[in-house]
């Protein structure tokens, strides 16, 4: 089984500062590694995965996360925040192709002008 | 847009009642998820269908039911609801091969109210 960790329930931060939303995970096989975004009442939309490869992860909106192993973390990070990334972050981990998705608890990104 | 869609946006009911959630997948994509979000529980998945057959099973109530039909839209059915049953219902769905098949698009949601 799965466990996800988000070790902020909220962040606040000013427009143009740099963010990083902590999530840890434990698992006793491989996993893959996902963050997704909730806007208000909308669905979740997905940021950035990791599969495999590269520990550095790039996803949309100017978002980026970095997998470690040792640590057993995926933290995401992006150097300036806008009004606009408002919103929910989730991080997740699935064990196989084609299997369930585990959150975590969810970070409230509150971004102030 | 993810290109999952879920009908109805919203749903109002009472105690006791039945009520049945559409999900339709992507096209192409034969993996259909569904989840459960609420303020106590978090996001918690609940089954798994793949190409109309059940995959996985998570923390789903034995008065909750799927199923999956041919043209692999998805149903979620919840009977003798409780208040406790308040919630945002999500499907998700995946493609079984190409670039893409290990990741989930998430529908809007379903947002049930049992008063």
Redesign the interface.
């Known amino acids: 089984a799965q466990s996800v960790t988000q070790l902020d329930s909220q962040v606040p931060v000013f427009e143009e500062a740099p963010v990083e939303l902590r999530c840890n995970y434990s698992s006793s096989v491989s996993v893959y590694l996902f963050w997704y975004v909730q806007y208000p009442n909308q669905g979740l939309q997905l940021l950035l995965k990791y599969l495999s490869g590269s520990t550095l992860v790039k996803g949309i909106n100017g978002f980026e996360a970095e997998f470690n192993k040792s640590q057993t973390s995926f933290h995401l990070r992006k150097p300036s925040v806008h009004i606009s990334d408002t919103a929910e972050y989730f991080c997740a981990v699935s064990a196989r192709w084609g299997s369930r998705l585990t959150f975590g608890e969810g970070t409230q990104l509150t971004v102030n002008p | 847009d993810?290109g999952?869609t879920q009908t109805p946006k919203h749903l109002i009911t009472a105690t006791g009642q039945r009520v049945t959630l559409r999900c339709s997948p992507r096209s192409g994509d034969l993996?259909v998820?569904w989840?459960q979000q609420s303020l106590d529980q978090?996001?918690?998945?609940l089954i798994?269908y793949?190409n109309g057959e059940e995959?996985?099973k998570?923390n789903i109530l034995e008065r909750f039911s799927a199923q999956q039909f041919p043209d692999l839209h998805s149903e979620l059915n919840l009977s003798s609801l409780e208040l406790g049953d308040s919630a945002l219902y999500?499907c998700?769905s995946?493609p079984a091969l190409g670039p893409a098949?290990?990741?989930?698009?998430?529908?809007?949601?379903t947002r049930l109210t049992v008063l």
């Open positions: 993810s999952v993996s998820y989840y978090g996001l918690q998945f798994q793949y995959r996985a998570g999500f998700a995946s098949k290990h990741t989930q698009y998430f529908g809007p949601g």
